[in-house]
């Protein structure tokens, strides 16, 4: 991959992928040269397939894979806020953190899909109070692993209070594992990511909407004195990738979509396509990431395709 530019793999396991289909496929973007391993944090699945054999827990997930892995980054986008509470979410990032030697990036959101929280009995506030209980936590893990070692770390939230916490274990990266913020909230949503972010997501948006909440996070970090470029800014893409239009039109089938909707709202086309619009999001939002969700986890050519004829044009 390109020194300036990361290309990331992104999975969505609730879709169908047990933890060996996970492996396969993250040991396949090392060995490809991808930047970092990413999945989603979802408990059911979403839309019009059988989900077997069943959801995948993000962060055991990613603890396995921090041991069969050596260089990968590897994460969430995003952690929903609501199925962890935040003290202990901070151990198990730290603890994931030391078992893949310092590769764990934290994507961390509000919450969002109601039927997977009715399905597994996890309580799902009002959107106002998931955003409540999201800035708290946000304060709290980076709290929680910035506090030095030897000292205690208390929090006096609306919803969470922690007294003399020890603020133990340690992440491996210093001065903590990079934080993602992401979102199409016009107010609240930049104003975290200001305050929080080491880097910025938009998924699944047009190129324009990308642009400008991207401009209201640079216009969010002026307001309290902070440099937007500390914030790298990132995106997410469905991909579909064919070195012929036969081989896009079956990988689009594969993955129960119409090639010139992908065209038109994802990653699609030949290699060459795939370069031109990547080309086309980094001139207009400045993205220095982009995360290619990868729907048929079995077709590891697809990763080889990209890793071979796009990552060395970018």
Known sequence: MTENFKLRIFTEP????????????????????????FRSDHYLKM???????????????????ARETSRLRLGTLMSAGTFRLPGPLAISVAQVDQMSGGRIELGLGSGWYEEEHTAYGIPFPSLKERFDRYAEQLEVVTGLWSTPE??????????????????LPKPV????????????????????????????????????T????????????????????????????VLCAGKDEGQLARRAEAIGREVGELRANGLAGSPDEVVDK???WRDRTGITRLYLQVLDLSDLDHLDLVAEQVAPQL
């Open 210 to 237: 990308a642009a400008a909440q991207f401009g209201r996070v640079e216009a969010a970090c002026s307001e309290i004195g902070r440099d937007p470029a500390e914030i790298v800014r990132s995106a997410a893409l």
């Open 47 to 65: 839309g019009d397939v059988s989900g077997q054999p069943g959801p995948t827990d993000a962060w055991v997930t990613l603890g396995g894979l």
């Open 173 to 208: 990266q210093s001065p903590r594992p990079p934080v993602l913020v992401g979102g199409g909230g016009k107010k609240r949503t930049p104003e975290l990511a200001a305050r929080f972010a080491d880097e910025f997501n938009l998924p699944f948006v047009d190129v324009e």
């Open 278 to 280: 990547i080309g086309d």
């Open 150 to 167: 030897g000292e205690t770390f208390s929090f006096d939230g609306q919803h969470y209070q922690l007294t003399d916490s020890p603020a």
């Open 14 to 37: 609730q879709q169908g992928a047990s933890y060996d289909d996970l492996l396969r496929v993250a040991k396949r973007a090392e060995d490809a040269g991808y930047d970092a391993f």
